[in-house]
């Protein structure tokens, strides 16, 4: 074999070479390194609480079984920082406690490596909470040293790239995801206590439907056949409601959208949708309140919150507003009297939109609202007045037919629930969806789809409903002061290295 043919190979890391060689000491003693199962008996946080009134200074004769990693070693291993999901506990490690074989292992330990302690439970004069090690039990042999624990991972992307090693050095990564699924669980909790039934519908579809979004494509062997991830659950959700599957259900779903990236903007995200029978989108604005400020009382506490220095009160309820008022507001421009889309787009060209030219009236008055309104809405609200041209699945306002009934929540100037009155009318619905077919014949990728067997499940009867979704990881940036969905997401879209 030349040179050139020669496999390249990272150098090795001798540091990391020397925790290998510390692992084949193990090995040579008859230890292994990697064993099956450790027996706790407590998690540090349980010992902390349950100690809390031990005077320092104090011991017992309480034997207890802890486990978790090593995080600080001081005295070559005399003390021992232990750390595990719940907290922290230091451990002593003495030759009179400890036999030969023991001290021998402490000797062969490295900051991050995972053991086992059985030990007696004491107070230093110090006030420290300890475990006496009576025997160490290596669980976990680590073969690379952590990050320098005052700067963690400096570099962002990496944070993201090794959400392992961020959540071993950040107490706040940790924090943040541990909020993320409190948030769920009280949504989930909330809903089921008011009847909702939790359901699940596919993430492969053969139609794209549910929401105006480009997806991805894959390709089933079998069937030989392209499928689609889901970009929403919608259309089958309300296949269950025609069923009477039940009257209230809901979904925790992941979505997926083949559009670009940015802090506010991740492919594969997480939704809460849900559809309730005999109600209108006004009964969903009610729950939308309900839904975030219980998620917010049981996170952080308090319906007064900060993002990013900026005070935000989610105090109910909270201000309707139409998208035509907000922009006229905005902009002293009155969409609802302009007599044509030609019309619409000048006036919104004018006022900073960046349009293409082709869009419909609906389309311009979003573009307006978008470039002029969106980024002033800190303060919770509840847009309505959503253009019909721009909302294939929502009933036509009763009052002005341009218009549907359907509003968006808006939280320091995100999107973060949309909502219907759902269209039920399978005629109406078969004419909304051979106008996005047009524009989507005319070049607008994101324009849904017909779906003949939707329309023939509203030819059975879909009775009148309410639908919402609401975003789960905006919700979540928005309770943990995150400044990027990456944060609120373990394993976030990275183009690969």
């Not at 047009?438 to 009775?463: C, F, I, M, N, S």
Request: glycine share 8%; with cysteine; proline share 5%.
């Amino acid at each position: 074999m030349t040179d050139s043919e020669q496999p390249l190979r990272d150098p090795v890391d001798p540091l990391r070479s020397v925790r290998i060689g510390k692992r084949e000491s193990l090995k040579a003693r008859g230890i292994d390194p990697y064993p099956y199962s450790f027996e706790r008996t407590h998690e540090t946080g349980q010992l902390e609480r349950r100690y809390a009134g031990l005077a320092a200074g104090a011991e017992t004769e309480d034997k207890v079984r802890v486990a978790g990693r090593i995080r600080a070693m001081r005295n070559s291993g005399m003390f021992i920082d232990l750390h595990d999901a719940s907290g922290k506990i230091q451990v002593f490690c003495h030759k009179d406690v400890l036999g030969s074989e023991d001290l021998g292992i402490v000797r062969l330990l490295d900051i991050g490596d995972l053991i086992g302690v059985e030990g007696l439970v004491r107070r230093t004069p110090r006030g420290e909470l300890t475990v006496n090690a009576c025997q160490v039990t290596v669980l976990a042999k680590a073969l690379r040293p952590l990050p320098e624990k005052y700067h963690g991972l400096a570099d962002i992307e990496l944070r993201y790239r090794q959400r392992y090693v961020d959540l071993i050095m950040s107490s706040q990564s940790r924090v943040t995801l541990l909020r993320r699924s409190r948030v769920i669980a009280v949504m989930r909790n909330y809903l089921a206590e008011r009847g909702y039934v939790e359901v699940e519908t596919p993430m492969l579809h053969a139609i794209a439907g549910g929401a105006s979004a480009k997806p991805f494509v894959t390709h089933h062997n079998t069937l030989d056949i392209d499928l689609y991830l889901r970009i929403a659950p919608e259309l089958h959700l309300k296949r269950l409601l025609v069923g009477g599957l039940a009257e209230k259900l809901f979904e925790i779903n992941r979505c997926f959208r083949n559009e670009g990236l940015s802090p506010r903007h991740n492919p594969e995200f997480t939704s809460l949708e849900l559809y309730e029978a005999y109600v209108d989108y006004r009964a969903m604005m009610q729950l939308t309140e309900e839904l975030v400020t219980a998620a917010a009382e049981a996170v952080i506490g308090t319906l007064r919150i900060s993002y990013g220095g900026t005070e935000i009160d989610l105090s109910v309820p909270w201000p309707r507003r139409s998208m035509a008022e907000l922009v006229h507001d905005v902009a002293g421009i009155d969409f609802l009297a302009l007599p044509s889309a030609e019309a619409a787009r000048e006036a919104a060209t004018s006022i900073g939109a960046a349009l293409t030219g082709a869009e419909n009236w609906g389309q311009a008055l979003e573009a307006a609202f978008a470039a002029r309104v969106e980024d002033t809405l800190i303060q919770p609200v509840h847009v309505t007045g959503f253009p019909r041209e721009i909302s294939p699945l929502a009933k036509a306002d009763r009052h002005d037919p341009r218009l549907v009934e359907r509003f968006e929540t808006y939280i320091y100037g995100w999107e973060i629930a949309n909502a219907f009155s759902e269209l039920t009318d399978p005629e109406d619905q078969r004419e909304r969806f051979v106008a996005q077919m047009k524009a989507r014949a005319a070049g607008d990728e994101e324009a849904q789809p017909l779906d003949e067997d939707y329309v023939t499940a509203l030819e059975y009867g879909l009775p009148p409903c309410g639908g919402l979704g609401i975003g789960i990881d905006r919700l979540v940036m928005l309770l943990t002061d995150s400044p990027s969905i990456r944060d609120v997401i373990a394993f976030p879209t990275l183009r690969p290295r």
